[in-house]
């Protein structure tokens, strides 16, 4: 099965702020990754896939690049309907499909 | 407009069995592959089983082969996920989700999710 890890798994960041969550894979799966938005109590948003991207309707601030074990996700000017848990997705070897561990976003 | 509602989750005793129910609108249900993900409280998102669009094709996690049956009635737009021999470690928010974007591809990402529905396995 592919791993996926996600790096940090918190982190604390104020509005306007950029940041950056990293996902790296046990092994290459091309571009096929994909970044999701939980917020408390809700369902994931599909933000990113194909590693790069933006799926219909989400904020340009989001951005995602990398390509065979290392991703990036990258907010711009963090707003404050962003701070919510972030998951890196891969299908490239399946069954199973597998997720990051998640990253926790909170304000500062 | 897409919409998902899953139903049938409660509390349950540790091998007994349930059946959840997604009910699905706003698209050609019968043309896309369906997945149901899980989530452990205070955990992260597990991927449970896969169903293709016609249901010919299952695939599902090791933690729950053997004991979860996935399966589809495209007449009622329907997606179900059996689950039998139910253990401590079951209980979780389950989401069902569309595939994405290649729609009778098995794989793929998820673009539209259910509101999800608890089953909590306890005695």
């Known amino acids: 099965d592919i791993q996926l890890t996600q790096s940090p798994s918190f982190l604390s960041a104020s509005v306007g702020d950029r940041v950056t969550i990293t996902c790296r894979a046990s092994?290459?799966?091309?571009?096929?990754l994909a970044w999701y938005q939980q917020q408390p109590g809700k369902a994931p948003k599909l933000l990113i896939y194909a590693a790069s991207t933006l799926q219909s309707g989400v904020p340009s601030r989001f951005s995602g690049s990398g390509s065979g074990t290392e991703f990036t996700l990258t907010i711009d000017s963090l707003q404050p309907e962003d701070f919510a848990t972030y998951y890196c997705q891969q299908r490239s070897s399946y069954p199973p499909i597998t997720f990051g561990q998640g990253t926790r976003l909170e304000i500062k | 407009q897409v919409q998902l509602v899953e139903s049938g989750g409660g509390v349950v005793q540790p091998g007994r069995s349930l059946r959840l129910s997604c009910a699905a609108s706003g698209f050609t249900f019968s043309s896309y592959a369906m997945h149901w993900v899980r989530q452990a409280p205070g955990k992260g998102l597990e991927w449970v089983a896969v169903?293709?669009?016609?249901?010919?094709?299952?695939y599902y996690a090791d933690s729950v082969k053997g004991r979860f049956t996935i399966s589809r009635d495209n007449s009622k737009k329907t997606l179900f996920l059996e689950m039998n021999s139910l253990r401590a470690e079951d209980t979780a928010v389950y989401y069902c989700a569309k595939v994405f974007p290649n729609y009778h591809d098995t794989s793929g990402y998820f673009d539209q999710w259910g509101q999800g529905t608890l089953v909590t396995v306890s005695s």
């Open positions: 169903i293709s669009y016609d249901g010919s094709k299952k």
């Open positions: 092994q290459g799966i091309s571009n096929y």
